[in-house]
T-cell receptor, first 112, second 112 residues
């Protein structure tokens, strides 16, 4: 089944403890992106990647890092999480010709 | 800056009522437009999209949207809603797949 898989789905952590949210897609998509969803703010793009080793900042990149060493994986790294990063995170991917995002199931992160 | 506005934050309807959710965008030039739906506890799914051609676009589950270029609008409609349409609806736009901008979302509650 074509899908975007995120892990973990739920995580509670404490301020400053590094964490990684993994994202993997099995559709051979070139483009991948991370969004965060907050009440009243909709979805805001954190980082995106056009292909392997090509990443760029979205609208809210502060406090996050990403890497794209393989086409299928696009992990989101929070080096020193803070409470304002408590949010629902979505990974998405698309074929560059299709321009329609496929979303993962979401990862709900709480930073205490 | 490019933006997408959804003016209805919460909508409550009875089953069989007609639905229209407003969406306005601020892009100049050629724009791609999308409506996504997020059912409770689930990830975003594409309802419909407009890239070019017929400005009246039909999507899944009986939804449709009309692109009105002169009004910078892409309103979502459904003639008769069902309880199962209870969800959050997001309008989104881009001029290239790397910069999909979402509106803040509209929560629809359909009462039986």
């Amino acid at each position: 089944e074509a899908q975007v898989t995120q892990n973990p789905r739920y995580l509670i952590t404490v301020t400053g403890k590094k964490l990684t949210v993994t994202c993997s897609q099995n559709m051979n998509h070139e483009y991948m992106s991370w969004y965060r969803q907050d009440p009243g703010l909709g979805l805001r793009q954190i980082y995106y990647s056009m292909n392997v080793e090509v990443t760029d900042k979205g609208d809210v990149p502060e406090g996050y890092k990403v890497s794209r060493k393989e086409k299928r994986n696009f992990p989101l790294i929070l080096e020193s999480p803070s409470p304002n990063q408590t949010s629902l995170y979505f990974c998405a991917s698309t074929d560059t010709g299709a321009n329609v995002l496929t979303f993962g199931a979401g990862s709900r992160l709480t930073v205490l | 800056a490019q933006s997408v506005s959804q003016h209805n934050h919460h909508v409550i309807l009875s089953e069989a009522a007609s639905l229209e959710l407003g969406c306005n965008y601020s892009y100049g030039g050629t724009v791609n437009l999308f409506w996504y739906v997020q059912y409770p506890g689930q990830h975003l799914q594409l309802l419909l999209k407009y890239f070019s051609g017929d400005p009246l676009v039909k999507g899944i589950k009986g939804f449709e949207a009309e692109f009105i270029k002169s009004k910078f609008s892409f309103n979502l409609r459904k003639p008769s809603v069902q309880w199962s349409d209870t969800a959050e609806y997001f309008c989104a736009a881009n001029t290239g797949f790397q910069k999909l901008v979402f509106g803040t979302g509209t929560r629809l509650l359909v009462s039986p």
